[in-house]
């Protein structure tokens, strides 16, 4: 298994277990990447996944945050 796919996943469990709520906003890219020992780009790649499984949304300028319900139907209009 890819080491971003690891990350996602250990993400995507903290969503699940309600470490991380609907609506919060995820540590920036380099914090994350600090915390779990890994490259930037590891990082960002994990992301993408979380983004890809309708986890997380990222707003421009503003960072990443932890999908709503309505963010998720706004994403399937």
Do not use: C, F, N, W
């Not at 380099?30 to 590891?42: F, I, P, Q, S, W």
């Amino acid at each position: 298994m890819y080491v971003y796919a690891r990350v996602a996943d250990h993400i995507a469990a903290r969503i699940a277990a309600g470490e991380l709520v609907p609506g919060t906003r995820l540590p920036g890219e380099r914090d994350l990447a600090a915390e779990y020992g890994v490259a930037l780009g590891t990082v960002r790649r994990a992301i993408e996944e979380l983004r890809d499984r309708g986890l997380v949304v990222t707003l421009p300028a503003k960072g990443t945050y932890i999908a709503r319900p309505e963010d998720l139907a706004s994403q399937s209009d």
